[in-house]
């Protein structure tokens, strides 16, 4: 049976790339940055601060990590929780005893639910980042132009009445619409950590810069998903920094993004890997610790 013509016929079919949402480039030919303090490698730390209701939302798909079973699932809901109740407090001794910043990507629902645990992410002076209101908000192809609206002005709005004018985002499950990036844009979002395809940030067409966001060193897939041990983990991110910084002394300033999810790594057996890596990372001579919106600032002061 053959093909009907109108299969073939792909609007972003040509040369480059399929899409108009940024250019190709090569990082290796982009404009060279240099860091504060003449250091090589920007150490950008973020950590999922989420909320997920113990109903999903099943249309039309659960964000990554959302409950699993059809009846209520306590088991991964307090799984969840213990993140937000207790091993996100571990998690901030160990960068509090770095000196190393963090930037928070932070469900707007928490806001109401867990007032005491805002108060002590900005006194240890972590920088807030919109993350949506929960895991229930996620934004997928097609979807309804409206909706999508709704959810990210209902979402910084929340943040607005709380006295916090978030600069970052990162959507639930870090999905995206045709026209997530625009709306962000006009809401007055400078960065998004949606997109992991990159080491620096680069410019969208139309949209917020898209900041970093290395998935392949994430604690909870390296660790959950691989089944790699907090050591072979640590080991990673060491061996990353170390070739950040070597590609540094040609091509210009880098960024080492670690991203951490309170309920993988603040567990009482995992806690002493993430506190000998932070020591280790601020040991180094060569690394910028600070937070995704400094980096970003920095970055934009010299390429625009």
Known sequence: MPLDPNFLRYPMLRKGMDHDLYPAANMFEQPKVSWPEGKSVALMVTVAVEFFPLTPNDGPFRAAGHMA?????????????????????????AL???????TAFVSSALIDRTPKLLQDIQSAGWEIA??????????????????EQRQIEACLAAWSDYGVTPKGWMSPGRGQSEDTLSLLKRAGIEWTADWGNDDMPYAMN????????????????????????EEVWSQQVTGAADLLAKEAQSHGGRILHLALTPYIIGQPFRIKFLR???????????LWCATASDIYASWQDQIA
């Open 69 to 93: 079973t059809p009846f209520p699932d306590f088991r991964t809901f307090t799984a969840r929780d213990y993140g937000n109740r207790i091993a996100i407090y571990r998690i901030m001794d």
């Open 96 to 102: 509090t005893a770095a000196s190393i910043p963090a």
């Open 130 to 147: 919109a993350h949506g209101e929960d895991m229930n908000n996620i934004h997928y192809g097609d979807m309804p132009l409206d909706v």
């Open 276 to 286: 000998d890596l932070l020591t280790e990372l601020a040991e180094r001579d060569d």
């Open 206 to 229: 139309d949209g917020p810069v898209a900041m970093p966001y290395t998935d392949e060193m994430e604690d909870r897939k390296c660790i959950t998903i691989l089944g790699q041990n």
